[in-house]
């Protein structure tokens, strides 16, 4: 089944549905020789180029891992910066396969949480107004800020690109000119928080990004760090975008590959604990032979399971371990013409030895 080439390429890991909706209109992607549309439908098969540069787009997908960096004042977050600018993806661990996908961007001055994840149809979700992630923000503003202006900013304040508004403003303190605001709204337009307060002629002197939907900057975690999140955080962040479990399997079955194994868990083993592994298909039983073999029935193959052996058994010449619960053969009774001088007796501990034979002058040995 064939997806579209943006959607396909964002989750191999090169790059956010919008990133790449743009190389397409620039004519930098081509499919089987030919400029790539935004409508272009691909399922794997084909041979897709990026600058000329082959795409290769492994069978089995890559594990997704997300990456909560605790972003400075004075990095910029793009691969490269004309200027010369420090960068947010020279401090990232190296990737075999893929690359790192930023859910959006933090401007020059603001610090604080930045999510960087390797899967681009994840990244878009996060990023996609419709998704309505909530970002908070610790604001630090210069004097005192009146209710009534509180109260505009929860309203919405007309800006250059539309209305625009605060879900939640909370004070959290502050010293002397200083006052700390906690703000939340639920999209990301271009320093969006800055000019809501400047909207109302208030000056922000400090801008820290603290929370991205469930995602929670860790105290403690300093500036040009960051923290990989576990499968429980990762969970959590699907589940805020609607990204389901099932989500995988589907899109793995629509590109014509195969389900992942779950991220750190192996196959069941009976060497581990697990249980015996399961077989492929179902180890045939003896009464369900099939046409042209002897067939027994269920009731006489456990009637043997159960029942002891017995010299000249045709089942087999060699004695079996018996089954729990079973009733063994009587003992033979004792034969005293089988005997054997010095050989204990069933059920005595020793014996005597018995006498020995006189000596055959016939049969002694010459003293050659």
């Known amino acids: ?24 209109r620039q004519g930098r992607i081509t499919v089987n020789g030919t400029p790539a549309q935004l409508g272009t439908q691909v ?99 210069l004097g005192e800020v009146a209710p009534a202006t509180v109260r505009r900013l929860k309203e919405g304040v007309p800006l250059d690109d ?26 990301g337009r271009n320093r969006e928080v800055r000019r809501l307060w400047e909207s109302q002629g208030v000056t922000i002197s400090r801008l820290i990004r603290v929370r991205y939907g469930p995602v929670t900057l860790r105290r403690g975690l300093h500036p040009g760090r960051w923290d990989e999140l576990d499968e429980t955080q990762v969970g959590a962040l699907l589940a805020a975008v609607g990204y389901r479990p099932d989500d995988d399997a589907a899109e793995a079955l629509a590109s014509g590959r195969r389900r992942p194994f779950k991220i750190g868990g192996a196959k069941p083993s009976a060497f581990h604990g697990g249980g015996p592994v399961a077989h492929s298909r179902p180890v045939p039983k003896p009464w369900e032979a099939k046409s042209g073999q002897r067939r027994e029935s269920r009731d006489d193959v456990e009637t043997q399971a159960h029942r002891p052996y017995r010299p000249g058994d045709s089942r087999s010449e060699k004695p079996r371990r018996a089954e729990p619960g079973a009733t063994l053969p009587p003992r033979q009774p ?17 014996a005597t030895p018995g006498p020995r034979r006189p000596l055959n002058p016939g049969r002694a040995r010459s003293g050659r």
Do not use: C
């Open 1 to 24: 089944m064939a997806e579209r080439l943006q959607k396909f390429l964002a989750r191999a890991g090169l790059g956010s549905r919008r990133r790449i909706e743009d190389w397409v």
């Open 43 to 141: 399922n794997g098969a084909e041979k897709i180029e990026i600058d000329g540069k082959p795409v290769l787009v492994r069978a089995f997908r890559q594990r997704r891992r997300v990456l909560a960096y605790y972003k400075p004042v004075g990095e910029v977050t793009t691969r490269r910066d004309p200027e010369g600018r420090p960068t947010v993806f020279e401090r990232l661990p190296p990737l075999r396969d893929g690359r790192w996908i930023a859910v959006g961007r933090l401007d020059l001055n603001t610090q604080g949480l930045l999510l960087l994840t390797t899967d681009g149809e994840l990244a878009n979700r996060l990023m996609h107004p419709s998704s309505e992630i909530e970002r908070e923000y610790a604001v630090r503003v």
């Open 162 to 187: 539309g209305l625009a508004r605060f879900d939640e403003i909370r004070e959290a303190g502050g010293e002397g000119a200083n006052h700390w605001y906690h703000v939340v709204l639920r999209e």
């Open 334 to 350: 004792f034969n005293p013409w089988n005997a054997q001088p010095g050989r204990p007796r069933d059920g005595e501990r020793g």
